[in-house]
């Protein structure tokens, strides 16, 4: 079992910068693929980043290629996620989410959210204009 809690939302302007960070707890994180998917109001969940287990893979929507940062700590059971120059459309509940081998940072992102092993219960980031 892997249990998931996100922080580090909030309110940013647009082209400010914001740190989420999600602290997992269980044996299988350090083996599973980590990533982050947000939802806004309305929206069905999309995938944002992932991760792989080494953190020598990741993988990026283009929406957010060249802005966000994905990154883990294995020692510390944390995978964060640093978006600069966040933009309005940014604003969602962001959430975290791992999924064990032999998912990889490729298919975790067309994955339907029933194959997503584990999920978080979000955090919410609102960009203003």
């Known amino acids: 079992q892997v249990q998931l809690v996100e922080s580090g939302g909030g309110l940013a302007q647009a082209g400010g910068s914001l740190r989420l960070s999600c602290a997992a707890s269980?044996?299988?994180?350090?083996?599973?693929?980590m990533g982050w998917f947000r939802q806004a109001p309305g929206k069905e969940r999309e995938f944002v980043a992932a991760?792989?287990?080494?953190?020598?893979?990741?993988n990026y929507a283009d929406s957010v290629k060249g802005r966000f940062t994905i990154s883990r700590d294995n020692a510390k059971n944390t995978v964060y996620l640093q978006m600069n120059s966040l933009k309005p459309e940014d604003t969602a509940v962001y959430y975290c989410?791992?999924?064990?081998?032999?998912?990889?940072?490729?298919?975790?992102?067309?994955?339907?959210?029933?194959?997503?092993?584990?999920w978080g219960k979000g955090t919410l980031v609102t960009v203003s204009s």
């Open positions: 269980g044996r299988t994180f350090s083996t599973s693929t």
């Open positions: 991760i792989s287990w080494s953190g020598g893979i990741t």
């Open positions: 989410a791992a999924n064990r081998l032999p998912s990889n940072p490729i298919t975790i992102a067309t994955l339907p959210t029933y194959r997503i092993d584990y």
